[in-house]
């Protein structure tokens, strides 16, 4: 029984100096517990863990984009579910980033479009951005994607900050403070749709502004990463006609010095796997590696890269 013991102990140990068996232990960024991303990051991780030997990845909660790139430009998580724009601010060192480009930051490809909604309490008479003068609004965490979203619109509508009560809070917040009756509107960038206007459309009702005619066309003018979408009627309770608004990418994201190989393979697992991967989170049916190689402006990993010209895509 002794020698049995330590023969296997010696084996487990040969193993574990030749990396044979050695688990690869990565985080992914994702987002709030309320947001798209960590739902669907929680799908790409179990996806890499399930089809790749010896993987082992976590979908970590955080404050989403920004702090995101941060966090794999530091090594502090090598994946990252990211907006397109704030990935461009961060690889150029502009915008919230304020002349500090992250160096360490490369794409993988975008994943599903990512749209701008604006949502306000039914009682609140909003029936536009312009009505929001004002009002006590929630523009997403502080140096989030979506503060800066909402900054970039409001340009287009001749707003600032200092026309709203700006509040600093997360998609769950947000929506609690409309319910409660603290907070008049918010601004959701996210997949549609999104939990949390879903509960509160269910709970309090809410009512949908859009983004169209002129104005929008000149926040897509400055601001190249924003493409017009529509919030289909009846995405939300109560909402039942079609809603114009602006959508930019969510983008995986990677900490640019992991090894080829490894990304090469989680690239692969993804777009090899897509219909788990839709049957798994409604987003992944809108994954496809025909648009991941779209919007982005931010140099592909060389291992994403291999995947995609094995495509003929690059």
């Given at each position: 029984m002794k020698r049995s013991f330590f023969g296997a102990a010696a084996i487990a140990a040969l193993l574990s100096l030749c990396g044979c068996n050695e688990k690869k232990n990565y985080i992914l960024a994702t987002g709030g517990t309320s947001g798209t991303y960590y739902a669907f990051g929680g799908v790409l991780a179990n996806l890499w863990n399930t089809k790749i030997e010896n993987m082992n990845v976590t979908a970590q909660s955080t404050g989403a984009s920004a702090e995101n790139l941060r966090l794999i430009n530091n090594g502090d998580a090598e994946y990252a579910i990211v907006q397109n724009d704030v990935m461009d601010y961060a690889y150029n060192g502009t915008d919230m980033f304020n002349g500090t480009a992250l160096t360490n930051i490369a794409?993988?490809?975008?994943?599903?479009?990512?749209?701008?909604?604006?949502?306000?309490?039914?009682?609140?008479?909003?029936?536009?951005?312009?009505?929001?003068?004002?009002?006590?609004?929630?523009?997403?965490?502080?140096?989030?994607?979506?503060?800066?979203?909402?900054?970039?619109?409001?340009?287009?509508?001749?707003?600032?900050?200092?026309?709203?009560?700006?509040?600093?809070?997360?998609?769950?917040?947000?929506?609690?403070?409309?319910?409660?009756?603290?907070?008049d509107a918010c601004f959701v960038t996210a997949g549609v749709p999104n939990a949390a206007l879903q509960e509160l459309a269910f709970t309090a009702g809410l009512v949908l502004i859009p983004v169209n005619g002129k104005e929008a066309d000149e926040i897509m003018s400055k601001y190249g990463y924003y493409t017009k979408t529509v919030i289909p009627g009846g995405t939300y309770k109560g909402t039942d006609s079609d809603i114009d608004a602006l959508a930019i990418k969510a983008t995986l994201a990677v900490n640019k010095n992991v090894d080829e190989n490894t990304v090469y393979e989680m690239t692969k697992a993804i777009f090899e796997n897509l219909e788990e991967l839709g049957n798994s989170h409604a987003k992944g049916k809108e994954v496809s590696a025909d648009s991941a190689v779209t919007g982005v402006s931010v140099p592909f990993h060389p291992g994403a890269e291999r995947y995609y010209k094995e495509l003929g895509l690059k």
């Open positions: 794409s993988i490809g975008t994943l599903y479009p990512e749209v701008v909604q604006i949502a306000a309490a039914k009682s609140s008479g909003i029936k536009s951005i312009h009505d929001l003068r004002g009002k006590r609004v929630s523009v997403g965490d502080a140096g989030s994607g979506v503060e800066f979203n909402v900054k970039q619109i409001f340009e287009g509508y001749g707003m600032t900050f200092d026309d709203i009560k700006k509040n600093n809070l997360s998609f769950k917040e947000s929506a609690e403070g409309i319910q409660n009756g603290t907070l």
